[in-house]
């Protein structure tokens, strides 16, 4: 959720009222309370006109919602059971709702990550990263910072490879986890770890820890570091950076290249571009984008990942700060 959303929903709470705020919460992620909890209590003189249009925008989204697809697991399960029978239905329930069974582990959730290192710090590495895929991503970030160079990037490399959870796993995990995390002989093979999770926890992480992390992965397999790289700042994530991040880049940039690579690019991200350049300039990579024509998805992508390297390469420098990175601002 965008800094401007949770502003956004922390005054509609304040607005609705002790109990109906009390029911929402209920419905809410340990990561989600604690950022909206800290939003309600920065809140500080906010005028009726921002109540007003926050309170339209949410009558305006509510009503273009229905009540389809709400508890939705509990009808699957029911439809299922009911059409093929317990057994039949148990595996495909499974592989459709991604291993439910294992909901005691958000007991962790709601731990400080300090602590939740603190736990698994001793256990064996494959055990701990089965246990962070679990955890919301910037949580599992966390708890890698409480632990040594080496237990990281052992556990990093694990999650990347790791293409599912095994019932056996999941039973050393249970025991591990004592009462958190309940389940057993039903649990089935859970879709997670892999190297998107594995960049997406990288993400969180402020750039020398990424660095030992991404080198350490390197001496193993090259291959397996640069895709882990490639998901963990996509193009369109240059919507993120500030703008004397995008002029700087801009300045290494060709401008045949930036006009193949803006193909395809959501407009937020095309306005961002001429936002940081001349009038001129944006004016005449508008006529060259419009006279382009149809570009083959690959060679977007090519130019792309080209445009990317040197983002890599300006922040690697110290040059532009990746945002989602675990650092610190620059004060001048």
Same mark, same amino acid.
């Given at each position: 959720?965008?800094?401007?959303?949770?502003?956004?929903?922390?005054?509609?709470?304040?607005?609705?009222?002790?109990?109906?705020?009390?029911?929402?919460?209920?419905?809410?992620?340990?990561?989600?309370?604690?950022?909206?909890?800290?939003?309600?209590?920065?809140?500080?003189?906010?005028?009726?006109?921002?109540?007003?249009?926050?309170?339209?925008?949410?009558?305006?989204?509510?009503?273009?919602?229905?009540?389809?697809?709400?508890?939705?697991?509990?009808?699957?399960?029911?439809?299922?059971?009911?059409?093929?029978?317990?057994?039949?239905?148990?595996?495909?329930?499974?592989?459709?709702?991604?291993?439910?069974?294992?909901?005691?582990?958000?007991?962790?959730?709601?731990?400080?990550?300090?602590?939740?290192?603190?736990?698994?710090?001793?256990?064996?590495?494959?055990?701990?990263?089965?246990?962070?895929?679990?955890?919301?991503?910037?949580?599992?970030?966390?708890?890698?910072?409480?632990?040594?160079?080496?237990?990281?990037?052992?556990?990093?490399?694990?999650?990347?490879?790791?293409?599912?959870?095994?019932?056996?796993?999941?039973?050393?995990?249970?025991?591990?986890?004592?009462?958190?995390?309940?389940?057993?002989?039903?649990?089935?093979?859970?879709?997670?770890?892999?190297?998107?999770?594995?960049?997406?926890?990288?993400?969180?992480?402020?750039?020398?820890?990424?660095?030992?992390?991404?080198?350490?992965?390197?001496?193993?397999?090259?291959?397996?570091?640069?895709?882990?790289?490639?998901?963990?700042?996509?193009?369109?994530?240059?919507?993120?950076?500030?703008?004397?991040?995008?002029?700087?880049?801009?300045?290494?940039?060709?401008?045949?290249?930036?006009?193949?690579?803006?193909?395809?690019?959501?407009?937020?991200?095309?306005?961002?571009?001429?936002?940081?350049?001349?009038? &001129?300039? /944006? +004016?005449?990579?508008?006529?060259? %984008?419009?006279? #382009? @024509?149809?570009?083959? *998805?690959? =060679?977007?992508?090519?130019?792309?990942?080209?445009?990317?390297?040197?983002?890599? &390469?300006? /922040? +690697?420098?110290?040059?532009?700060? %990746?945002?989602? #990175? @675990?650092?610190?601002? *620059?004060? =001048?």
């Amino acid at each position: 959720m965008s800094q401007d959303g949770l502003q956004k929903s922390a005054i509609l709470l304040m607005s609705l009222g002790e109990e109906e705020a009390v029911e929402v919460f209920k419905y809410l992620g340990p990561r989600e309370v604690q950022k909206l909890g800290t939003a309600m209590a920065a809140l500080a003189n906010v005028t009726r006109d921002q109540v007003e249009e926050v309170l339209s925008e949410f009558r305006d989204k509510a009503e273009e919602k229905t009540t389809l697809g709400m508890a939705s697991d509990d009808y699957i399960r029911k439809v299922l059971t009911k059409a093929l029978g317990n057994d039949k239905a148990a595996n495909l329930i499974d592989r459709i709702l991604h291993g439910g069974d294992t909901s005691g582990i958000e007991g962790l959730k709601w731990m400080d990550s300090g602590s939740v290192a603190e736990l698994i710090k001793s256990e064996h590495p494959q055990i701990i990263a089965t246990i962070l895929v679990h955890l919301d991503r910037d949580q599992a970030s966390e708890v890698l910072g409480f632990f040594p160079e080496r237990l990281r990037n052992d556990v990093i490399l694990r999650i990347a490879t790791l293409e599912g959870v095994q019932p056996a796993a999941l039973r050393e995990l249970n025991d591990v986890l004592t009462k958190l995390l309940t389940g057993g002989d039903k649990l089935k093979k859970s879709a997670m770890g892999g190297v998107r999770t594995a960049a997406e926890i990288l993400n969180f992480m402020g750039a020398s820890e990424e660095g030992t992390v991404i080198s350490a992965i390197k001496d193993y397999d090259p291959d397996l570091a640069q895709r882990i790289q490639d998901e963990m700042f996509v193009f369109e994530n240059l919507l993120d950076l500030d703008d004397r991040s995008i002029q700087l880049l801009l300045r290494e940039v060709q401008s045949e290249s930036l006009i193949v690579a803006l193909k395809g690019t959501s407009p937020e991200l095309r306005e961002k571009i001429f936002k940081n350049m001349s009038q &001129r300039a /944006a +004016e005449m990579l508008r006529d060259d %984008l419009e006279a #382009k @024509g149809a570009v083959r *998805l690959s =060679e977007v992508e090519a130019e792309q990942k080209e445009i990317l390297k040197i983002v890599r &390469r300006l /922040a +690697e420098g110290g040059q532009i700060i %990746l945002a989602g #990175k @675990g650092e610190e601002g *620059l004060v =001048e």
